[in-house]
């Protein structure tokens, strides 16, 4: 792969590389944009077939990010860092501490936290050797679990979308169809219980669906969650779950979750507006994870000021949403003109010139 080309071709501004012999530590961090401020994005390890897909996948997550925090309206770039190697058996606390010396050479310009395959007392290790570490433990001053936060703000994306779908943001009687109950799922699903809504789930883990019980859902199989009769469909578990079989099967009218990447091609976005169905893109509904962290930088972690910007949530949906039927274009294009249109105007405030 030609780095520099790939680097130019989505804009990102650094892509800095490591080897520690010592540890056996081999890692990329890629930093997107810094913009809107210092570059955020958690640190993923994965066993990568090869350098090459490494490579991918740090500069495809670091411009995710960068959509993510510039839409929430957050002070952040996007960055991300990928560790080469199996999180079940490479990972050592010298592995993850000579990560975190990796992280402190970038002086604050990326601030990793957990993603797949690392987790908070890892984080704790990478912390012992740098300071721009988020979302630590909330016993350590960091603002803890995620998904509380991510939970609420699918929970509000997925009334937005109510709003505008059916004139009331009500989800009273509403069924909601939920692929995957683990963390979001179940907090977004408090939420909506609480109002009273009709929650039906699946999963693949007797744990979860054990959970999903003891709340009161009604749960289906893994299978069945697509041919399941609802008003909404959400897609909390896995990726690329929007797809061609996939949409033939959906009979309800808005399709919102917490999952990343759940839209198979740009074009399964189009065949949902095609069809009639609400879309809520991906990384608005499901950036309560991100808000959190960004409330942790420069003050100590407050959690009703988490709450508050996370509720923001609903507004940015609705925005969305208008734009999308006034130029015509699908939801998922709008959120990204959101994040453009943020990230130019502020380019334009600082004189910053991009080509
Ligand atoms: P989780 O691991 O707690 O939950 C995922 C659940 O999906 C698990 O219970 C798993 O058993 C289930 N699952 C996996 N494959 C399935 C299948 N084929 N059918 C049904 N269920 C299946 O993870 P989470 O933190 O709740 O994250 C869920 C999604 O939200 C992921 O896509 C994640 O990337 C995304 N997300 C999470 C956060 C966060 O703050 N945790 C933030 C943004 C996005």
Redesign the pocket.
């Known amino acids: 792969m030609e780095i520099l080309d790939s680097m130019a071709r989505f804009g990102h501004e650094q892509v800095a590389m490591y080897n520690d012999p010592n540890t056996g530590l081999r890692g990329i961090i890629a930093i997107h944009d810094t913009t809107l401020g210092p570059s955020c994005g958690g640190t993923r390890m994965w066993p990568y077939e090869s350098e090459t897909d490494a490579l991918a996948d740090a500069l495809r997550l670091s411009l995710a990010m960068t959509y993510k925090s510039a839409a929430a309206g957050l002070n952040l770039g996007g960055g991300k860092g990928v560790i080469i190697g199996d999180p079940r058996t490479q990972k050592s606390e010298s592995l993850l501490r000579s990560w975190g010396r990796f992280v402190d050479t970038l002086g604050g310009r990326y601030l990793t936290t957990t993603d ?1 395959g690392t987790n908070g007392r890892d984080l704790e290790s990478i912390h012992q050797e740098t300071r721009h570490v988020v979302g630590l433990d909330v016993t350590l001053g960091g603002s803890g ?7 609420l703000g699918v929970y509000m994306g997925i009334k937005a979308c109510a709003g505008d779908a059916w004139g009331s943001d009500s989800l009273r009687g509403r069924t909601i169809a939920m ?9 977004t699903a408090k939420h909506l219980l609480d109002e009273d809504a009709r929650v039906i789930a ?4 007797e ?2 669906l054990g959970k999903a019980k003891s709340m009161g859902v009604q749960v289906v199989g ?1 299978e069945e ?1 697509f041919d399941t009769p609802c008003d909404i469909f959400a ?5 690329g ?1 929007i797809n061609k079989d996939s949409i033939q099967r959906l009979s309800c009218r808005i399709v919102a ?6 839209l198979a091609t740009e074009a399964d976005g189009e065949e949902l507006q095609r069809r009639g169905i609400t879309y809520a893109p ?1 990384f608005l509904i ?5 808000i ?1 962290v960004s409330t942790e930088i420069g003050q100590p972690y407050n959690p009703d000021r988490a709450r508050q910007q996370t509720e923001r949530i609903y507004e940015q949906m609705s925005a969305v949403l208008t734009t999308s039927r006034n130029k015509e274009i699908s939801t998922a294009r709008a959120a990204e003109l959101l994040a453009e249109t943020r990230l130019a105007d502020v380019r334009r405030v600082r004189g910053i010139f991009r080509g």
């Open positions: 797949v679990d995620t998904s509380i936060m991510t939970g692929q995957g109950f683990g963390k979001v799922a179940s907090h699946t999963d693949i883990s744990d979860a893994a969650i897609p909390c578990a896995l990726g779950v979750g917490g999952a990343n990447n759940q991906d499901n950036a309560g994870g991100i959190n």
